[in-house]
């Protein structure tokens, strides 16, 4: 066989854009970058890295098969196969058969028959194209075989995304919103897309939802919160392998009832859109309430599993605008006995079990009502509390008439002055304000900052978890550190020296204590390089 040299405007490439929707594409290296069962090496022109085969040198066989890659992002890609025939007349028989094969689910995704005839004409190069959806993550392969009918030369192949702009925001489904929170994908993520304002990262490996949860606040986002069937649809682009999302059911919640009541979102907003699958949430499990967190199946569906299974996840971050809280009325004062945790917005409902119910109330709530039944107006001599004024009231009077109080001996709790010997005086005896019995009622303490140093780990090292610690009553520290390694618990103390592998999710847990109160937990979490 004899080639020569006949020139072909190549496709161009096309290189993806920040905040603009265009095509990326990419041209490979047809000898080094495929597998070859027939034919040789061959340069044409412009064309220095073909493949050719022809019928005196070779059997029927694949002209290139390869080049086993993963890296495209997911949603239909499109893919050119620069072909040459040397004679197009002859007997119209099937003369090669590009396909696209999924070498992950080892699957034929597309192919197509070329004959003799489809080439316009004989020595000049023609392109033939196949388009197919990529599952992300998966291995691909595009190949050409050749059926030993005529000379044929592969002379370059390339592959370019179909983009889309679901949103029509002017980012393509694919990319990220370059103003939001930067996040090394390479670190932790596999995938990132955006929509809708929000970007959107598929995790590489497996976690139980806690941990997936604690990593996602960790890095700035949270686990996803689905609002609508659009953002459903868009997100089932990640759900192939059944990820977490950012559903769980809060049994402290005043609508929490088995199996589908308390569902709420991580992140405060609103459950407005549900897509459950068929007889789900079901808590298919003999532990009570044991499953109580939800994930995505491929099919777009939600189902509620149990928090230890090991799953991806995918985190959202919020870019454009901001998250807009659920609001939830009713009493948000913790003393009341109708208190509701799950309300954000105080409607000055509260019950209290005492009579003054305004001194019970801090600045910015409504006035709520007793619970028990009050006098309506008090009476200002009744120092016995017996219900009227008497002699026996004027005894208590005269028995300290004419006394000559010390500073420090003497006061009258519940009259609204801080006299010597008192701590406070907040003009009544309401327990669990602050003021009680006129002493100050110990305040929990506080911390924050918590960091692990290093914040980027590699085997080998010791890692030091600090924070900053405030305490109102001005207590001793006496807080406690744990630590531990994918969830599971390995020491205690500042300091861990651990055999850490790469990967590996480790988190510091600090336990505020003052010798008297314990605080809320605050952690930090880094992951080994």
């Not at 454009?320 to 006995?337: D, H, K, N, Q, R």
């Not at 006098?375 to 000559?404: H, K, M, R, Y």
């Not at 009258?412 to 019995?437: F, K, L, R, S």
């Not at 020296?497 to 937990?521: M, R, S």
């Amino acid at each position: 066989m004899r080639l020569s040299a006949i020139p072909l405007i190549l496709i161009p490439t096309i290189f993806l854009g920040q905040n603009y929707c265009q095509p990326q594409s990419h041209e490979y290296d047809v000898i080094n970058d495929f597998d070859h069962n027939v034919g040789q090496p061959w340069s044409w022109g412009e064309y220095t890295s073909a493949w050719a085969v022809n019928s005196n040198d070779d059997d029927s066989g694949y002209l290139s098969f390869g080049p086993y890659d993963s890296s495209f992002p997911p949603g239909e890609n499109i893919v050119y196969f620069n072909l040459l025939i040397d004679n197009n007349t002859a007997v119209n028989n099937i003369v090669l058969i590009i396909d696209v094969y999924d070498a992950t689910q080892q699957q034929q995704l597309v192919q197509m028959p070329i004959f003799r005839h489809d080439f316009i004409y004989s020595w000049e190069a023609q392109v033939f194209s196949l388009q197919y959806n990529h599952i992300v993550g998966n291995v691909m392969e595009y190949r050409v075989y050749w059926t030993d009918q005529s000379a044929c030369a592969l002379l370059s192949l390339s592959v370019e995304t179909v983009v889309t702009d679901s949103d029509e925001d002017g980012v393509c489904d694919g990319d990220t919103y370059s103003e939001c929170l930067f996040v090394d994908i390479d670190e932790i993520f596999g995938t990132s897309v955006s929509y809708g304002g929000s970007n959107y990262y598929l995790s590489n490996s497996n976690y139980n939802w806690e941990l997936a949860n604690e990593l996602a606040y960790s890095l700035g986002g949270h686990l996803v919160t689905i609002n609508s069937i659009d953002e459903n649809a868009f997100l089932q682009i990640l759900s192939a392998n059944s990820p977490w999302i950012g559903l769980f059911q809060n049994q402290n919640s005043s609508d929490y009832s088995e199996p589908s009541g308390g569902w709420e979102w991580v992140n405060g907003e609103c459950l407005d859109y549900q897509n459950w699958s068929e007889g789900e949430p079901n808590n298919a499990s003999e532990m009570e309430n044991g499953e109580a967190h939800a994930h995505i199946t491929p099919y777009g569906t939600w189902n509620d599993w149990l928090a230890d299974t090991s799953a991806p996840f995918i985190m959202e971050i919020n870019c454009i605008e901001a998250v807009e809280l659920c609001i939830v009325f009713g009493c948000t004062y913790p003393s009341a006995t109708n208190y509701d945790s799950i309300a954000t917005n105080d409607d000055g409902s509260c019950l209290f079990d005492d009579c003054d119910i305004n001194a019970a109330y801090e600045e910015g709530y409504d006035a709520g009502v007793a619970s028990v039944e009050c006098p309506e107006e008090s009476c200002l001599g009744d120092l016995n509390l017996d219900g009227g004024v008497s002699t026996a009231d004027l005894l208590i009077f005269l028995g300290s008439f004419g006394l000559e109080c010390e500073d420090d001996s003497t006061f009258i709790c519940g009259n609204g002055v801080v006299e010597p010997g008192e701590e406070c005086d907040d003009g009544n005896n309401v327990p669990d304000d602050g003021c009680y019995g006129c002493l100050i009622v110990n305040t929990p303490p506080i911390v924050s900052q918590v960091v692990i140093t290093p914040n980027a780990p590699v085997e080998g090292n010791t890692l030091v978890c600090t924070y900053t610690f405030q305490d109102v009553d001005n207590d001793i520290d006496q807080s406690t550190i744990s630590w531990t390694v994918d969830g599971q618990s390995v020491g205690a103390g500042s300091t861990l020296t651990y055999p850490f592998t790469t990967g590996a999710v480790i988190t510091c847990l600090v336990t505020p204590f003052d010798g008297i109160d314990t605080g809320q937990e605050v952690s930090a979490t880094v992951v080994v390089q």
